[in-house]
């Protein structure tokens, strides 16, 4: 087989215009590129001078994407508004109370220490998976071209372009092959641009066609897209509704929290005279746990371990609240090449036409198989089946896009003769009367890849080379179908997420590949020609139909902003450079590791292992996280609500605050911070709701009024029923022993669905109380004991009468507003 992309430069020049710098390309009918676009081969830097660059430092210094520092994390886990606060009271009950009440300010330090190791865990498996994932553009040095990191890039190095690579740094362009650059991204124009010698290029577009070679101009910060996306691309956790969330509620706790620590100290240490160091006790007893700490630890390491459980499934998440999105996600687009069926192809029949001869259209096909040194899947499988004829030399070729539907080449044949070929989508290239399309339609039907093969009449640049051009073949290719695809749109058809298939290929094909999948609704395909262009009828139609063909790069970006605007969440999975577009516009984009280098760079998450089935964990753990953290959520609000009203009950009663930060602290371990960790990783395939905070408080605030009420009604029936010495004691145990069999009462609520871990869960909590209560040892600890029987008796059914309205309210809620 002779050198790939011969071109003939000495040949005579075909006509047409020639192209001005930076003129807008039109994707269906391309001007001819100027001869001077086919310029001799560069030999790139040499070692010294990489050496040189290097020591100068004009190297491709960029910001990393994936993660943040170690310092960062610890800074993020240790330096908070709230830890300040708990950090301060901590020190005051060093010096004024036993060890057992500054048991919370040791709990604070392991929960950050948690938090700090989780965070670096994640760090670890984002950076290794980077690594993995990493684009690795082609630098040619010393004439040699080889792959290279990013960040090896210098100054003035020449570096390769195909198709579906990005442009990593700033620079001129040296060499351009039929060349066709998408800039949308960056500037929003949605037209290729063609490229040629001398044109500037910006990092952040991507080739759309064609190849060639650009010498970097400015690298590191000074390129373009570096500028725009340092402060973006970096590993963060907000811009979600999950964090911002939990922001509003921590901002409308700490003004709740302000004026009510301040009534508590006025009224604890001023108003009542008692004991100084068992006053500061109780007053910081009734600040401690109005502050939800752990809520935002457990969402930290939430989406850590979530981050890590991908990993392990070769999942690179690159941007942290994508996870978060997913659990929302209710349409999945997909597109079937390299989605639903594997990169390679096998030509399985050559169908001459019009009688033409085999042996010749084998010539044609394996000398345009040689005239694209960037072959797509389908030409490879062309250039495997037919071997390239030595003596046909190509003049000009034009290379294929998604735009257009087909590629063409012309030839100088070895007996003087001269010829235009084009090879693309039938229904492309054929009127829409042909009779040759009937059976291509048997052939689509089959789920198989039929491209036409014909001879064009004009130049291969005129505007209307399509028409007139002779059918002479037909190419069938089988796609090999990905084994566990039928498996992943099951799973998404029983989690009742709705799959579409968008591909640019033959509606029919698409179908009937659809159909072999066992995808709802995959006979009734859609021509995306026949769509609607205003988004409203076309949102109509893609809610109604589940199988779309022959869609373009900007139908594919329009049909996921016409689903979202009906409030849907989508996801758009894909692989090629003409998803690009439509992955960047999705609320989550999902890319193959094996896609296209722009791809990868504008997808949230990317499956390094290009497995489809990979689909299901992602979309599983993003519901794990949330579900769970809006369980948790309501814990650690319901204990902000009670003691907030504790401390205003408390204040207007003018009374002794009836806890330690002991009691609290026991409390707090026992119903909220033990079982919010296993319940924050538990299974959850439940979709995510909006609205977040609503929800959650929608729960707490009853739930909190609750345990306050019934936990401020044994404390003043203690104070009437105990007196003398040691009454204070006996009136807390009283008080401690409502609130937690309350809070439990809550616990059991969000534990629901019950199973036999969940069970076990809260009886081993009631269980570990339970040996408080009865152990000489760590009742004189916590200062737990229960005197008599008819307060402590009066007190269990108090609580039970605080269960049966947290089952009404919960119930009223829930009717209310649904689950």
């Known amino acids: 087989m002779t050198q790939r992309a011969r071109i003939d430069t000495d040949g005579p020049e075909p006509g047409g215009p020639a192209i001005d710098a930076g003129a807008e390309l039109d994707p269906v009918h391309p001007r001819k590129p100027p001869k001077s676009a086919l310029t001799p081969r560069a030999e790139g830097l040499t070692t010294a001078e990489v050496a040189e660059r290097v020591a100068r430092g004009e190297v491709n210094d960029i910001p990393v994407r994936s993660s943040r520092s170690t310092v960062d994390i610890v800074r993020a886990n240790v330096f908070t508004r709230f830890n300040a606060i708990i950090g301060v009271l901590w020190v005051i009950m060093l010096f004024v109370a036993p060890f057992q009440d500054s048991l919370f300010g040791y709990v604070i330090i392991a929960n950050t220490g948690i938090g700090i190791i989780q965070e670096l865990r994640a760090k670890k498996t984002l950076d290794s998976l980077a690594l993995i994932g990493e684009a690795r553009p082609k630098v040619r040095r010393d004439g040699t071209a080889a792959e290279i990191s990013t960040s090896e890039i210098v100054l003035g190095d020449l570096v390769e372009l195909g198709p579906g690579d990005k442009v990593v740094v700033d620079g001129d362009m040296a060499e351009a092959d039929n060349l066709e650059i998408d800039e949308s991204l960056l500037t929003g124009e949605a037209d290729p641009v063609i490229k040629h010698p001398g044109d500037p290029v910006m990092s952040g577009s991507f080739v759309v066609a064609g190849g060639g070679a650009f010498t970097a101009t400015k690298v590191g910060r000074e390129a373009y897209a570096a500028q725009l996306a340092e402060e973006a691309s970096r590993f963060t956790l907000v811009h979600s509704e999950l964090r911002s969330g939990i922001s509003t509620i921590l901002k409308y706790v700490t003004w709740m929290m302000i004026p009510t620590a301040i009534g508590l100290v006025i009224s604890q240490l001023v108003v009542k005279d008692n004991n100084f160091k068992d006053s500061v006790a109780r007053t910081v007893g009734g600040i401690v746990p109005m502050i939800p700490?752990?809520?935002?630890?457990?969402?930290?390491?939430?989406?850590?371990?979530?981050?890590?459980?991908?990993?392990?499934?070769?999942?690179?998440?690159?941007?942290?609240?994508?996870?978060?999105?997913?659990?929302?996600?209710?349409?999945?687009?997909?597109?079937?090449?390299?989605?639903?069926?594997?990169?390679?192809?096998?030509?399985?029949?050559?169908?001459?036409?019009?009688?033409?001869?085999?042996?010749?259209?084998?010539?044609?096909?394996?000398?345009?198989?040689?005239?694209?040194?960037?072959?797509?899947?389908?030409?490879?499988?062309?250039?495997?089946?037919?071997?390239?004829?030595?003596?046909?030399?190509?003049?000009?070729?034009?290379?294929?896009?998604?735009?257009?539907?087909?590629?063409?080449?012309?030839?100088?044949?070895?007996?003087?003769?001269?010829?235009?070929?084009?090879?693309?989508?039938?229904?492309?290239?054929?009127?829409?009367?042909?009779?040759?399309?009937?059976?291509?339609?048997?052939?689509?039907?089959?789920?198989?890849?039929?491209?036409?093969?014909?001879?064009?009449?004009?130049?291969?640049?005129?505007?209307?080379?399509?028409?007139?051009?002779?059918?002479?073949?037909?190419?069938?290719?089988?796609?090999?179908?990905?084994?566990?695809?039928?498996?992943?749109?099951?799973?998404?058809?029983?989690?009742?997420?709705?799959?579409?298939?968008?591909?640019?290929?033959?509606?029919?094909?698409?179908?009937?590949?659809?159909?072999?999948?066992?995808?709802?609704?995959?006979?009734?395909?859609?021509?995306?020609?026949?769509?609607?262009?205003?988004?409203?009828?076309?949102?109509?139609?893609?809610?109604?139909?589940?199988?779309?063909?022959?869609?373009?790069?900007?139908?594919?970006?329009?049909?996921?902003?016409?689903?979202?605007?009906?409030?849907?969440?989508?996801?758009m999975t894909g692989d090629g450079v003409n998803d690009v577009l439509a992955l960047k516009d999705a609320d989550i984009g999902v890319s193959m590791g094996s896609g296209s280098e722009a791809t990868k760079a504008v997808a949230q998450i990317v499956l390094l292992n290009n497995s489809f089935a990979t689909l299901p964990s992602v979309v599983a753990e993003g519901r794990r996280v949330i579900g769970n953290i809006t369980r948790v959520a309501t814990l650690f609000l319901t204990k902000t609500v009670y003691s907030v009203l504790l401390a205003i009950l408390v204040v207007c009663w003018q009374v002794e605050y009836p806890f330690l930060p002991r009691h609290l602290t026991l409390l707090s371990t026992l119903t909220i911070g033990v079982p919010a960790f296993f319940l924050a990783l538990a299974p959850n395939k439940e979709r995510a709701k909006p609205e977040f905070v609503r929800r959650v408080m929608r729960y707490a605030i009853p739930a909190g009024v609750i345990a306050a009420a019934t936990t401020f009604a044994t404390y003043l029936l203690a104070r009437s029923y105990y007196s003398g010495p040691g009454s204070l004691d006996a009136e807390t145990s009283a008080a401690t022993l409502t609130l937690f069999l309350v809070s439990m009462w809550v616990l059991a609520i969000i534990a629901r669905p019950y199973t036999w871990w969940r069970v076990c869960l809260v009886a081993a909590m009631g269980a570990c109380f339970l040996i408080v209560l009865i152990v000489p040892w760590l009742q004189d600890f916590f200062a737990l004991k229960l005197v008599g029987a008819v307060l402590p008796w009066a007190a269990v059914g108090i609580a039970a009468a605080g269960a049966v309205l947290l089952e009404v309210a919960w119930r009223a809620v829930a009717r209310r507003y649904g689950a």
Not at 330 to 345: F, H, I, P, R, S
Not at 424 to 434: E, F, K, N, S, T
Not at 541 to 555: E, K, N
């Open 293 to 571: 700490e752990g809520l935002v630890l457990l969402t930290s390491v939430a989406f850590a371990i979530g981050v890590i459980r991908l990993g392990r499934k070769q999942c690179l998440v690159q941007e942290l609240p994508a996870i978060e999105g997913l659990a929302r996600v209710d349409v999945v687009c997909l597109d079937k090449t390299g989605t639903l069926t594997e990169g390679g192809m096998d030509v399985t029949e050559l169908r001459p036409l019009g009688g033409a001869d085999e042996s010749y259209v084998r010539k044609v096909l394996g000398a345009l198989g040689e005239s694209d040194p960037r072959p797509n899947a389908s030409l490879k499988a062309i250039i495997n089946t037919y071997p390239d004829s030595e003596d046909w030399r190509c003049t000009e070729s034009l290379p294929f896009s998604s735009a257009r539907k087909y590629s063409g080449a012309s030839f100088s044949e070895g007996n003087g003769e001269s010829s235009t070929w084009l090879l693309g989508a039938p229904d492309v290239l054929l009127p829409q009367d042909d009779a040759a399309l009937a059976e291509i339609e048997q052939l689509n039907e089959q789920g198989l890849r039929v491209l036409l093969l014909t001879r064009a009449a004009g130049e291969l640049y005129a505007a209307s080379v399509a028409a007139g051009a002779r059918p002479t073949a037909l190419v069938v290719l089988e796609q090999r179908l990905r084994p566990d695809a039928a498996d992943t749109l099951r799973y998404f058809d029983e989690q009742k997420v709705h799959a579409k298939v968008i591909s640019g290929d033959n509606a029919v094909s698409v179908g009937a590949v659809a159909g072999k999948l066992g995808l709802p609704g995959a006979q009734n395909t859609v021509d995306a020609r026949r769509l609607p262009a205003e988004q409203a009828p076309m949102a109509e139609s893609l809610d109604a139909h589940s199988v779309f063909g022959r869609v373009t790069p900007q139908q594919k970006r329009d049909m996921v902003g016409a689903l979202q605007s009906r409030g849907h969440t989508v996801a």
